[in-house]
């Protein structure tokens, strides 16, 4: 790739991350450790890229945007202006109906996980590793054991309908799981 072509492929990504800061700039995980938002959007977008064998420019992109239509108010519209179609549409399939209960979300991401493009299913996958590494190194105070079982148990089944997961994440996230079972003495 000639200088000039990869000095565009930094700018873009550093401008999502840039965008992406400054819209969940005001966000906290939900944790203990109340961590910036934003450490969650790079770690998701730092799994997706070191998971590519190319590299795939709009997916780290979209990785870095994939929670601010649901979480932070952004459309696919403002997206698909800054960032292009590609983005606009990867973000807006990754993301939940937030007009919907929570319970029917969680559903509906369970029954659509085998319908969704691969390239969306890395992201979904990254995003699933980072939440559940979230739980491991810092729940939310007020779960109790039976609340994290139950959430890895739903985030196994949402990954279990991808059709064609990539092999790299998905083998992080069944480590992922795996240490949730063997850590749950102390969990
Ligand atoms: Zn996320």
Same mark, same amino acid.
């Given at each position: 790739m $000639?200088?000039?072509d990869l000095i565009g492929h930094v700018q873009a990504i550093l401008s999502a991350a840039r965008f992406a800061a400054e819209k969940h700039a005001s966000q906290r995980r939900k944790g203990k450790a109340a961590e910036p938002y934003v450490n969650?959007?790079?770690e998701v977008a730092h799994l997706v890229s070191t998971a590519l064998k190319e590299l795939d420019t709009n997916l780290v992109i979209a990785a870095l945007l994939?929670?601010?239509i649901e979480d932070a108010g952004v459309t696919a519209g403002e997206l698909a202006r800054?960032?292009? $179609?590609d983005v606009a549409d990867l973000v807006a399939e990754v993301s939940d109906d937030k007009s919907l209960?929570?319970?029917e979300r969680k559903r509906l991401q369970v029954e659509?996980?085998?319908k969704i493009s691969m390239r969306a299913q890395t992201i979904k996958l990254a995003d699933k590793i980072s939440n559940l590494r979230s739980i491991l190194s810092s729940p939310p105070t007020d779960w109790d054991f039976e609340r994290k079982k139950e959430y890895f148990a739903w985030a196994k089944r949402v990954v279990d309908g991808f059709k064609a997961p990539n092999p790299v994440l998905?083998?992080?996230f069944e480590s992922t799981l795996a240490s949730f079972h063997?850590?749950?003495a102390e969990i």
């Open positions: $000639p200088d000039s969650h959007l790079i994939h929670d601010c800054l960032f292009g $179609p209960p929570k319970q659509n996980a085998p998905k083998a992080e063997t850590d749950r």
